[in-house]
């Protein structure tokens, strides 16, 4: 019977330090497909059957889950992270710090018809930083989403979102305000403050600013 504490067996850090990935540095995972022409920062993570395709640009330390697709003529920033069964599809830029959901959808062509050829008619959607898009969401292409701003999930994003406004429902409508740091903030008077981190905003001219 073996006697030694598991932990210190040099069997047992075999097989930890062979088997599984440093998540610090950059990985793809065996399965992975990451084309000739793609440009992978730092410290990104890729795994199992996403694929990458040319001339696509993604930052620094941003995690691609399972069976991702990202496609050529796509920006990811640094920090993005995409969770499992999302397609980034041509046209798609998303800035710094982004969150996309499991199965939330992208597009970029308004009115697809299988058999009217629409690929020099792409409509640009742009994601901007720290915005988070909640699962099963569906952005339809040609809007923006503003900073930190927070779709729902389930819901149908059809025009532009202001920065920090938290939308939901098909099709979305803004319900309230949401703070940097992902906490809804309460709509009480004109100055709102965060209940987790204290930050504090107020509403100029339809918009949150910071206080």
Known sequence: MC?????????????????????????????AVVDSGATIGEGTQIWHFSHVRESAKIGKNCVLGQNVYVGPN??????????????????????????CGPSMVFTNVINPRSHVPRKNEFKATLVKKG?????????VCGVTLGEYCFVGAGSVVTKDVLPHAL????????????????VTLANASA?????????????DSGCLKSQ
């Open 3 to 31: 006697t030694r504490s598991c932990r210190n067996c040099p069997l047992f850090k075999l097989l930890v330090f062979t088997y599984i990935p440093t998540v610090s540095k950059t990985y793809f995972h065996p399965t």
């Open 74 to 99: 796509t920006s990811l920033g640094n920090n993005v992270h995409v969770q499992n069964n999302v397609s980034i599809f041509d046209c798609v830029t998303l800035e710094d710090d982004v969150f």
């Open 131 to 139: 915005a988070t898009i909640g699962a099963n969401a569906t952005i």
């Open 167 to 182: 939308v939901v429902g098909v099709p979305a409508k803004k319900i309230g305000w949401v703070c940097t740091c992902g």
């Open 191 to 203: 100055v709102l403050e965060c209940k987790e981190c204290q930050a504090r905003y107020r509403i």
